[in-house]
């Protein structure tokens, strides 16, 4: 099993639910701290425009009572110039509060996406081989802009409700207690509408983002499998697989909708309730002759400052459940530890290309993949493997980079166990090119130059030669400058795999390995790569996997591979005697060979005389 | 060895840092590694009204929520208008009674407003992601139209953003946006008719201050316009530069690339979040410019209103509070507009990305007088075809081929020879630039796609595999299929006994692209699907390239079987591979070059005799 490392995390399976979401909610938090300066300079302006709030509706009080009823006019125009400075006032603050909180929210996003993006860059095959591209996206993505909204947008307009309520209440409070009380007799109903309202959104979130994740992860598929789709006709199958999966999103959407519908006109209900009953007992106690009638006006508009705090709770709940949903999927990735890192001490020097397999065992679940590998590789030597399909060639090859870790043994390279070596400085060495060929977005110069990006465009069009590439790139429209879409697409699979095998020499390997690197290339120019190859990697250790034995009957060590087994190893000539599996294979190519020599013998050309 | 010296340290330095600066090259850019392009114009009705011509289907909601929206905004309108009785008529005259019933009026309010709310937001929600459900249905119904082509100058990646991102972009616009700005429109009319009609001189002081914002907003529109096109665009740069990094990591790691990618991001982050600030700076201005110049027409209308009051003109306590309440009602919605504004630009982005896919014209289509090709002998000929993928540059010139029913075609040639080109006709993926192709003397073009492509079965180069289960990978040939007839298939192709052999069988559970299983037996398993299907036509297209010579062997001996019949198109570089074909054709450059049995090229001594010499050299090594 490759054991330490899984899509989802399910360390903290045993912890109660509210221990985990004050822990999200605390590591979430912990991504502001760096800006913390920030934040302050936000809380204190955003402290400030709250009080300086608190200042108009009180000049409006003011005014009514003495200016419009008690007829001060003197008073009018201090009165008009003092909410005019305090808006002044309070523009200012507005315009610095948001710039600072807005660098808290880039800041957070920004360090989130790079550690992510390292995270990943750590990860394993092992991780890679689980997960869909897709669905990784649609986090990256989607999740990252809910943590943005919290932090720069809902952070800050919870501060500023938990602050005007208590702001508010005092003032009330000194007004007139018996009102106030009026008014806050429907908090706990609120409270409990709150609470019930918080507990339904959060779960109909959750299932939206997974939702659209695999909403994503079924259109990358399609996309990415387009020509088996269209080759097979199959496209009313993949809008009916698309619309089940567009419905379900439909459905959890509109149902989170209806949570809303449900809770927060409710919610509005309950303050309205608070303002109407200001309004009769309020108006009740002037009448009575308790209240002045500026009192009145004025409370009143301080009521409108604690009902939207009131009412906004329902809007930042929502984004806090929002962003604590996502906050969880990004700490799930972070949280992957990657099955495959450089230890601590780690061995990091030049490589000089011997290899080792000792007692080598790797299985997958339950399948053995490679059982009791013995191998010795001096440097310098050429190994070829050769065996059937799924007899376990690649996952050998791959245990050398340290792809993956060997479930039992060891693989040594240079004596050192590839786990005690740098990876860096391992992978740095070993140039590879794998079986699908993956070419970036590039110009196809700088896919060359993948591995060493301070190759000169000699060096680079010297791999291209040795390749076998540098002819049809010249011929491209635009040379080594014209760009090869995702994919490679718009160059041929032989042309794909020649742009690798040069992208593999460049990195000037102390061992590289050829992953059937040749299979769509045709025999005459696999045979150039071939010469040009032994001169290139005369000294260094060589890997070849191949089916045809042409490519591979020159190695210095053949291995024979069946069930994850080497069966059989030697040379050529050793081998014919020795392995039987080896010999049928010979046997049927050479056959094939035979009959080749015969026909064209039979048209009466011989093989005599050809040239190379 | 000397081959790759240490010299020239700075060989491709220009290119990344050309890569870098987005503006500093005049080359095509369109798919970068990291770019995404940014299609992005001043607002444009038509494309407006495009969108919201996906309403019209939902036309009964949309009037329905738009009464309910009146009468939300008239009971929230209404309330100040009774605060400003309660105070005047009643409070001041003592009347209780009075208070009283305009305290339950108010009440009554409140629970019009709660059940008005609730079915605006539940019905709402259901026409905002009605709309969404189709726009991504026909988004996806039509990229399952699109030829090739589309495909070839696409990554992934960017297809995927329109189908998911822009459209949820689209989401908030409709469900929230479109909202809010019907309410904020219906408020501001109903306020200042209110305005007006409580006392028209105030209402035209206090609304003296609006040109002055409208100055300072269309002053700002545009600069936030540009900066937060510059904001989407370098957005894109990071997922485009995501995308990439997520598909092509194992070469990453191979290369030991992680620090400069990590070191490329982080600028590109940076270019992002300094593009973000720069937008927000300037946004910013919006919010407290409308807040001083609310606070400005309250001064406004209480310094006029005051004068009125001591003149002694028809002007209460209650009018002039009612009045201010009003006006901050009037604000609001004021400030909502210049974000509704904002949010409209992004979405309008978006819902050009999206029309710009639905308008790419599906170029292979069936014809609208397309025949149903019944079952097909299987007869091909390609009758002088010309061909590129673009129209500048063509891979295929003047190609003439016959194949009669049940042959074996093997197309021979160099690597970009044109080979997969010819195959891909057959299937009708491209439409030749000229000459016919004819199955059964039927032109292609002039059947449905559909029943053509029912009856081709086609193996490629690269194998793909769906997520989901070895038997679904199996049954996607035939959506029908027994299990017996899955298994035989399996059986025929040798992929039976490798199935069993995994954890589960034929439930075993495949990842996208298949990682589990080797390339060979991704191929095999795609044989099997092939085979499934019962083509009359089958095409293989280097299928058997990553296949030991052993499996092969044993492929080769079942397909000998099941050709029989059908005739077939053969691609492959062992020449031992296609010797027995009935039919060899030689592609060189674009061009057959020579055509004809095994033994009759061998006799002419040209370009495949050379092919057959060299592979027998090779072979003569051993």
């Given at each position: 099993m490759i054991a330490g490392e899984s899509i989802f995390n399910q360390n903290n399976g045993s912890l109660p639910e509210e221990v985990l979401l004050v822990r999200t909610i605390r590591r979430m938090l912990s991504y502001a701290v760096p800006y913390w300066q920030h934040l302050l300079v936000a809380v204190v302006t955003l402290t400030t425009l709250t009080v300086l709030g608190m200042v108009n509706p009180y000049f409006s009080g003011m005014l009514v009572d003495r200016v419009l009823k008690g007829g001060e006019k003197q008073l009018l125009l201090p009165i008009c110039g003092g909410m005019l400075l305090v808006a002044l006032a309070r523009g200012v603050l507005r315009y610095i509060k948001g710039c600072q909180i807005e660098r808290v929210g880039q800041g957070v996003i920004y360090d989130l996406r790079v550690s992510l993006y390292a995270h990943l860059q750590r990860l394993s095959f092992s991780y890679y081989d689980k997960v869909r591209t897709g669905e990784l996206m649609s986090r990256l993505t989607g999740d990252v802009e809910a943590l943005r909204v919290f932090f720069s947008d809902g952070i800050l307009n919870l501060y500023e409700c938990a602050l005007t309520l208590v702001v508010v209440m005092v003032i009330l409070l000194k007004m007139n207690t018996k009102l106030t009380l009026l008014c806050l007799s429907m908090s706990p109903f609120l409270a409990w509408v709150v609470f019930r309202f918080d507990s339904q959104i959060r779960p109909a979130y959750s299932h939206i983002r997974r939702q659209n994740a695999s909403l994503s992860a079924v259109v990358q598929e399609n996309i990415a499998g387009v020509r088996v789709v269209k080759a097979f006709a199959r496209e009313q199958h993949e809008i009916d697989k698309f619309a089940r999966e567009n419905e379900k999103l439909w459905e959890r959407v509109v149902y989170s909708a209806d949570v809303r519908a449900t809770y927060i006109p409710i919610m509005d209900l309950l303050s309205g309730f608070s303002s109407v009953a200001v309004l009769w007992y309020g108006g009740y106690q002037v009448i009575q002759g308790n209240l002045t009638l500026g009192s009145f006006v004025a409370f009143n508009s301080y009521i409108w400052s604690l009902i939207w705090p009131i009412r906004r709770l329902g809007h930042l709940v929502n984004l806090l459940e929002q962003a604590l949903a996502a906050a969880e999927r990004l700490f799930e990735i972070l949280d992957t530890q990657p099955a495959i890192a450089s230890p601590a001490g780690a061995v990091s020097r030049k490589v000089r290309g011997k290899v080792e397999f000792r007692n080598v065992n790797l299985h997958y679940g339950s399948a053995d993949v490679l059982q009791d590998i013995n191998l010795v590789v001096e440097p310098g030597t050429t190994v070829a493997i050769v065996g059937a399909t799924g007899s376990g060639?690649?996952?050998?090859?791959?245990?050398?980079?340290?792809?993956?870790?060997?479930t039992g043994g060891q693989v040594l390279v240079d004596d050192v166990d590839v786990r005690d070596w740098d990876l860096g400085a391992l992978r740095k060495h070993i140039g590879i090119a794998l079986q699908e060929t993956f070419l970036f977005s590039m110009p196809v110069g700088d896919n060359i130059a993948f591995g060493r990006q301070d190759a000169s465009q000699t060096d680079i069009e010297a791999a291209a030669q040795a390749a076998q590439a540098h002819a049809f790139i010249s011929d491209l429209p635009e040379g080594y400058d014209t760009f090869v879409g995702e994919r490679g697409i718009g160059l041929s699979g032989g042309q794909r795999q020649r742009v690798a095998i040069a992208r593999a020499l460049l990195t000037d390997p102390r061992i590289l390995i050829l992953d059937d690197a040749t299979s769509s290339v045709d025999m005459e120019t696999e045979h150039r790569i071939q010469i040009a190859l032994r001169s290139i990697m005369q000294g260094r250790t060589t890997f070849i996997i191949a089916h045809r034995l042409a490519t591979v009957k020159d190695a210095d060590i053949i291995l024979v591979m069946e069930n994850g087994r080497i069966v059989a190893q030697g040379t050529h000539d050793s081998l014919l005697l020795t392995s039987a599996i080896y010999n049928d294979i010979y046997q049927e190519q050479y056959r094939e060979q035979e009959r080749l020599r015969d026909l064209v013998q039979a048209t009466g050309t011989t093989g005599g005389g050809v040239v190379g | 060895m000397t081959w790759c010296r240490q010299q020239g340290q700075r060989g491709v330095g220009w290119l990344a840092k050309a890569r870098k600066?987005?503006?500093?090259?005049?080359?095509?850019?369109?798919?970068?590694?990291?770019?995404?392009?940014?299609?992005?114009?001043?607002?444009?009705?038509?494309?407006?009204?495009?969108?919201?011509?996906?309403?019209?289907?939902?036309?009964?909601?949309?009037?329905?929520?738009?009464?309910?929206?009146?009468?939300?905004?008239?009971?929230?309108?209404?309330?100040?208008?009774?605060?400003?009785?309660?105070?005047?008529?009643?409070?001041?005259?003592?009347?209780?009674?009075?208070?009283?019933?305009?305290?339950?009026?108010?009440?009554?309010?409140?629970?019009?407003?709660?059940?008005?709310?609730?079915?605006?937001?539940?019905?709402?929600?259901?026409?905002?992601?009605?709309?969404?459900?189709?726009?991504?249905?026909?988004?996806?119904?039509?990229?399952?139209?699109?030829?090739?082509?589309?495909?070839?100058?696409?990554?992934?990646?960017?297809?995927?953003?329109?189908?998911?991102?822009?459209?949820?972009?689209?989401?908030?616009?409709?469900?929230?946006?479109?909202?809010?700005?019907?309410?904020?429109?219906?408020?501001?009319?109903?306020?200042?008719?209110?305005?007006?009609?409580?006392?028209?001189?105030?209402?035209?002081?206090?609304?003296?201050?609006?040109?002055?914002?409208?100055?300072?907003?269309?002053?700002?529109?545009?600069?936030?316009?540009?900066t937060w096109r510059d904001v989407r665009y370098r957005n894109a740069n990071i997922n485009a530069n995501l995308q990439e990094t997520l598909s092509g990591m194992r070469v990453i790691q191979c290369f030991g690339r992680e620090e400069t990618n990590l070191q490329h991001f982080r600028d590109l982050n940076d270019d992002y979040k300094n593009a973000w600030m720069r937008a927000m700076r300037i946004n910013m201005f919006f919010g407290p410019s409308v807040d001083i110049t609310q606070v400005i027409g309250s001064v406004v209308v209480y310094w006029?209103?005051?004068?009125?009051?001591?003149?002694?003109?028809?002007?209460?306590?209650?009018?002039?509070?009612?009045?201010?309440?009003?006006?901050?009602?009037?604000?609001?919605?004021?400030?909502?507009?210049?974000?509704?504004?904002?949010?409209?630009?992004?979405?309008?982005?978006?819902?050009?990305?999206?029309?710009?896919?639905?308008?790419?014209?599906?170029?292979?289509?069936?014809?609208?007088?397309?025949?149903?090709?019944?079952?097909?002998?299987?007869?091909?000929?390609?009758?002088?075809?010309?061909?590129?993928?673009?129209?500048?540059?063509?891979?295929?010139?003047n190609i003439n081929l016959h194949a009669q029913p049940g042959q074996t075609i093997a197309l021979v040639g160099p690597t970009g020879a044109g080979?997969?080109?010819?195959?891909?006709?057959?299937?009708?993926?491209?439409?030749?630039?000229?000459?016919?192709?004819?199955?059964?003397?039927?032109?292609?073009?002039?059947?449905?796609?559909?029943?053509?492509?029912?009856?081709?079965?086609?193996?490629?180069?690269?194998?793909?595999?769906?997520?989901?289960?070895?038997?679904?990978?199996?049954?996607?040939?035939?959506?029908?299929?027994?299990?017996?007839?899955?298994?035989?298939?399996?059986?025929?192709?040798?992929?039976?006994?490798?199935?069993?052999?995994?954890?589960?069988?034929?439930?075993?559970?495949?990842?996208?692209?298949?990682?589990?299983?080797?390339?060979?037996?991704?191929?095999?398993?795609?044989?099997?699907?092939?085979?499934?299907?019962?083509?009359?036509?089958?095409?293989?297209?280097?299928?058997?390239?990553?296949?030991?010579?052993?499996?092969?062997?044993?492929?080769?001996?079942?397909?000998?079987?099941?050709?029989?019949?059908?005739?077939?198109?053969?691609?492959?570089?062992?020449?031992?591979?296609?010797?027995?074909?009935?039919?060899?054709?030689?592609?060189?450059?674009?061009?057959?070059?020579?055509?004809?049995?095994?033994?009759?090229?061998?006799?002419?001594?040209?370009?495949?005799?050379?092919?057959?010499?060299?592979?027998?050299?090779?072979?003569?090594?051993?």
């Open positions: 060639k690649t996952s050998l090859v791959n245990l050398i980079p340290r792809f993956y870790d060997v | 600066d987005p503006k500093a090259t005049s080359k095509p850019r369109t798919n970068l590694y990291d770019q995404d392009e940014a299609i992005e114009k001043p607002f444009d009705k038509a494309q407006f009204v495009r969108l919201l011509s996906f309403l019209r289907p939902y036309r009964q909601t949309v009037v329905y929520v738009l009464a309910l929206m009146i009468v939300l905004a008239v009971a929230n309108l209404s309330n100040p208008y009774l605060m400003k009785i309660a105070i005047d008529v009643h409070i001041t005259n003592g009347n209780l009674l009075g208070l009283s019933l305009i305290g339950l009026l108010l009440l009554g309010l409140q629970f019009v407003v709660l059940y008005c709310s609730r079915q605006r937001t539940r019905l709402m929600s259901r026409l905002g992601q009605n709309i969404l459900l189709d726009m991504r249905a026909q988004l996806f119904a039509h990229i399952q139209r699109l030829s090739f082509k589309f495909f070839d100058s696409r990554p992934a990646g960017k297809i995927m953003v329109r189908i998911t991102n822009d459209v949820n972009q689209l989401n908030q616009l409709l469900t929230g946006g479109l909202v809010n700005l019907i309410t904020d429109i219906i408020s501001l009319v109903g306020i200042t008719l209110v305005m007006f009609w409580m006392n028209w001189q105030l209402a035209l002081f206090s609304l003296l201050v609006v040109p002055l914002l409208l100055l300072i907003a269309t002053k700002l529109r545009r600069l936030v316009r540009e006029f209103g005051s004068q009125l009051l001591f003149a002694g003109n028809n002007i209460t306590v209650g009018e002039l509070v009612a009045f201010i309440g009003y006006l901050g009602r009037f604000w609001g919605p004021i400030s909502d507009l210049s974000n509704i504004y904002n949010q409209l630009l992004i979405a309008m982005a978006s819902a050009e990305r999206v029309f710009e896919i639905l308008d790419y014209p599906v170029d292979i289509d069936d014809a609208p007088d397309a025949i149903e090709l019944g079952t097909i002998r299987g007869e091909v000929i390609f009758d002088n075809v010309t061909f590129g993928y673009n129209d500048d540059r063509m891979v295929l010139q080979k997969s080109s010819i195959i891909n006709l057959v299937s009708r993926f491209y439409d030749p630039q000229a000459g016919s192709i004819y199955i059964d003397g039927q032109d292609i073009r002039k059947v449905s796609l559909n029943s053509l492509r029912r009856q081709i079965g086609l193996v490629l180069q690269d194998t793909f595999i769906f997520s989901g289960t070895v038997r679904d990978n199996i049954r996607y040939g035939r959506l029908d299929a027994t299990e017996a007839e899955i298994i035989a298939a399996a059986k025929a192709v040798n992929a039976h006994e490798f199935i069993m052999q995994l954890e589960r069988g034929y439930d075993t559970e495949l990842q996208e692209r298949g990682s589990k299983l080797s390339v060979g037996q991704r191929q095999l398993i795609s044989f099997a699907r092939a085979l499934l299907a019962d083509p009359r036509i089958l095409i293989l297209d280097e299928a058997t390239s990553s296949i030991d010579t052993h499996t092969e062997k044993l492929i080769q001996e079942a397909l000998a079987v099941l050709l029989q019949g059908r005739t077939s198109f053969v691609i492959a570089h062992r020449l031992s591979t296609i010797r027995d074909a009935d039919l060899i054709v030689v592609i060189d450059k674009g061009r057959i070059v020579e055509q004809g049995t095994h033994l009759e090229l061998l006799g002419r001594r040209g370009v495949y005799y050379n092919l057959n010499r060299v592979q027998l050299l090779q072979g003569e090594a051993m």
